[in-house]
């Protein structure tokens, strides 16, 4: 409906992932780094989490719109609570896999199979795991020996495993995920966008969608914005949506701060605030004015010692984590820029000693002519001189 009253030439904020709409905020930036990264070492797992509506499959999306087909063949898995067998049975149909009866061994023999196949034929297998979170711990062993399949030394599946917060703190702290733990080969958590990043994020999606103005926006209205949905793409997509329903109902060209609280008030009455608003209702009316929870003081347990919010050091958990990866990354580049360097130095002194050769070269070739030119100069002198001796005697 507002597509129309206001020219769109789609709905810029559908909530079903489309990588036409993709937009590179700073975190996801970070995280198509660690991606291609991953990816490029064609083995293991890659982690990516964050929270919902973050945009992971939107990235995802995104990534494979970039990756050649031919030489790549990609499964997509979006997993309810699965158990280690029933996940062989579902990467089986992911893969166009057609196994009778629910026989396990069945199973893996006809991935494995196909997986050599794909690999003689110049392809490499991705299995993308969406809501990792659902999954059992059997289930990620089972997609860890999977990871097991070789030909030759090659490995033949790399996996890439998308979920929520807890995903990660499972895959962080359980036990029995060790194994695992050590074949994820890089990891990132999606943070909400920016403050600053919201505007362009509005306009870019309009602007794919055809926009030319209409509606506009008071200056204002994306730090609210920003305030009421907590930078979560997904919450944004589902503000913008009923702003412009609205705007669309009462023929609005111009979207301000009243229209924004006229919605807000609607969705805290039916109930849904929380759908776009990562607040208690309660707080709603004053959401531009209060701390985020990260800053609110610790509180006081019973013994009077100090207690960390379980929010707050979730933050500095993934802000430990963010840096851990960032000097990972870092000290790669490092690396590399090393090599770079041995690289062109042994290149520029290679260079110079076949500069010292031909040199020397050329000065023993000048030694060389002169040497003849003196052996023939001293050789007519012996002559002239012999010569001269002989006349002498014959007189």
């Not at 050599?116 to 990792?132: N, P, Q, T």
């Not at 997509?237 to 702003?243: A, E, I």
């Not at 019973?302 to 990866?325: F, H, K, N, W, Y």
């Amino acid at each position: 409906m507002f597509d129309q009253f206001y020219g769109l030439e789609a709905r810029p904020f559908q909530l079903t992932p489309d990588p036409a709409y993709y937009f590179e905020s700073i975190t996801h930036r970070k995280a198509l780094s660690y991606l291609g990264y991953g990816l490029a070492q064609g083995e293991g797992f890659v982690v990516i989490t964050g929270e919902v509506g973050a945009g992971k499959s939107t990235l995802v999306a995104h990534l494979m719109s970039t990756i050649d087909s031919a030489r790549l063949t990609a499964g997509h898995v979006v997993t309810s609570s699965l158990g280690g067998e029933e996940i062989i049975h579902v990467v089986a149909r992911t893969f166009g896999l057609e196994v009778a009866g629910h026989d396990k061994a069945t199973a893996l023999g006809a991935i494995e199979h196909f997986f050599h196949e794909e690999a003689r034929s110049g392809r490499r297998c991705l299995l993308i795991v969406d809501e990792a979170q659902n999954l059992s711990i059997e289930a990620l062993e089972e997609l860890r020996m999977l990871s097991n399949f070789q030909l030759g030394a090659h490995p033949l599946l790399q996996t890439l495993l998308l979920g929520q917060p807890e995903f990660r703190a499972m895959l962080l702290e359980h036990p029995e995920l060790e194994q695992l733990r050590q074949r994820v080969i890089a990891a990132h958590h999606l943070e909400p966008m920016q403050a600053k990043e919201v505007q362009p994020y509005i306009e870019h999606r309009l602007k794919r969608a055809g926009w030319q103005g209409n509606p506009s926006f008071d200056a204002r209205l994306f730090a609210e914005i920003y305030a009421a949905t907590g930078g979560i793409p997904r919450r944004i997509n589902q503000t913008l949506n009923r702003l412009l329903l609205l705007g669309a109902v009462e023929e609005r060209s111009h979207i301000d701060g009243a229209m924004l609280a006229q919605i807000l008030g609607e969705l805290n009455d039916d109930g849904s605030i929380a759908i776009v608003s990562p607040q208690a209702p309660s707080e709603r009316a004053d959401f531009a004015r209060k701390p985020k929870p990260q800053e609110a003081a610790p509180e006081q347990d019973a013994s009077g010692q100090r207690s960390i919010d379980p929010v707050v050091l979730d933050t500095m958990l993934a802000e430990r984590d963010a840096q851990i990866q960032e000097l990972q990354q870092a000290v790669i580049e490092l690396a590399n820029a090393a090599d770079e360097r041995h690289d062109a130095q042994q290149a520029a002194i290679a260079e110079l000693v076949a500069d010292i050769s031909r040199q020397i070269a050329e000065l023993e070739s000048r030694l060389s002519e002169q040497d003849r030119t003196v052996r023939h100069a001293l050789t007519m002198i012996i002559e002239w001189i012999e010569s001269d001796e002989a006349l002498r005697a014959a007189a």
